[in-house]
Each structure stands twice: as C-alpha cells, then as structure tokens.
C-alpha cells in the first residue's frame, strides 16, 4: 500500500494567489481529515470527512479556505486568496474507522506552503 | 475541553540514556491515549496507544502507561538510539477530534 498520497509537497507562491494541496487517502479509508501544522499553533484539525461528506469544519480559519471530497479517493484544500499567515505544513491523514475509541489515523508527508 | 499538555523540548540525550517524555490530559470522560512520532520530513506515525486506565502501550521498546489517577500518559525508553531522534506527539480522542499536545524534540547524540 502507498500509503496516504500528497501533492505537492512543497509550494511557494505569493500573497493572493490561489492554492490548492491534495490529498489520496489509503483505499478502504471512510474517513479523511485534513491538519495544519505551524511553530506557534501546533497541529490542528482543518476538518474531517466520512463517505466524502464534511462533518465538522470547525477548524477551518475563515473563509478563504476550502475543502472538498468529490470521491472516495482524492480530497483538496483549496486557499483563496493566500496570505503569508497561511504559511504552515499541511497534512491528510486518513483512517479506516472514526475518532471515537483507539482509532489509529495515518498521515501523509504534508504539503510545506510558503507564502511570500 | 479536551486538552493535552506536554513537556518543554527539545530534550537532548546521549545514546543508550534512558527517556521519559512526560504528559498529561484534561478530558470529559475515558479518552483514548496516544503517542505519535514524526521524523524530519515525514508525516506523524502511530507509536502506541492505550485505551482505558491502567492499559499499557508499547511498541519498539517505547512504553506509556494510562494513568486515570494523575491524568497522565508519559513516554519511556530505556535506552536511545540516534534514530529515535524525531518529535513526539501525545493525542487523545475524545468528542470526535483528536486532539494532539505541541510536540517535544527529542535530539539523541552518539
């Protein structure tokens, strides 16, 4: 198994541009949750699917940021327009069952963005 | 709400020394525990977990055990490697999100 598939893995673009990271989950994972990892915040929960449905986007900091599960096989996060403030590792990490109990949720290499 | 706290890094150790990584949780309930680690330019992996009191979780001669008492869950090694140098996570779930402390650098020198 390849694992849980990112691209790309690093990207650089300048204020106001559009972004979009994606993501292919492990086959026969029902659930893919999408992390944001920076020095000051730590790693945080963007938001999750189940069965490509968004279930809690709690998580997801304002407006410009957006994700999407058009099937069970490829996720995107989309950010429009980037600021310098976006610039974090991004991580999909995706998990054959729920948050609930002793559910083990496997990661990606994440996405390094840099916005200048 | 559910909360984790973990000690200041980055903890530097000689090969062969003995670790403890400490933490402690707040959280409604009986929570899963977990550690997770994330070597440089890689994605966090699963290293252990326990999910009740008393449960002891293990794995490459990593240990944690669930404590309900002090509301703790510390990693322990007896004895390092280089390449044990990486960040440790502990995380527990709890209200459908896991929730993840800030991560303690662990740097081990031949």
């Known amino acids: 198994d390849a694992g849980v598939i990112q691209s790309p893995r690093h990207e650089v673009t300048e204020m106001g541009q559009e972004v979009t990271l994606r993501c292919k989950p492990i086959?026969?994972?029902?659930?893919l949750f999408w992390y944001r990892q920076t020095m000051m915040r730590g790693l945080e929960l963007l938001i999750y699917f189940n069965n490509n449905v968004p279930i809690d986007d709690s998580g997801m900091p304002e407006d410009r940021f957006s994700a999407k599960m058009p099937n069970a096989s490829f996720s995107t996060l989309k950010i429009q327009p980037s600021e310098p403030r976006d610039s974090a590792v991004y991580f999909c990490?995706?998990?054959?069952?729920?948050?609930?109990?002793?559910?083990?949720?496997?990661f990606g290499p994440g996405t390094r963005l840099t916005v200048l | 709400g559910n909360s984790v706290t973990q000690m200041e890094g980055p903890v530097t150790l000689s090969e062969e020394a003995f670790l403890t990584i400490n933490c402690t949780y707040t959280a409604t309930g009986y929570p899963s525990l977990f550690w997770y680690v994330q070597y440089p330019g890689e994605g966090l992996q699963l290293l252990l977990k326990?999910?009740?009191?008393?449960d002891k979780g293990s794995n490459k001669g990593f240990e944690a055990t669930y404590r309900k008492e002090t509301t703790s869950f510390h990693l322990e090694k007896g004895s390092v490697q280089v390449s044990d140098s990486a960040v440790y996570f502990c995380a527990l779930t709890g209200f459908q999100k896991l929730v993840f402390g800030t991560g303690t650098r662990l740097l081990v020198s031949p």
């Open positions: 086959s026969g994972h029902d659930y």
């Open positions: 326990a999910t009740k009191a008393d």
């Open positions: 990490a995706s998990s054959p069952e729920g948050l609930a109990g002793d559910n083990e949720q496997f």
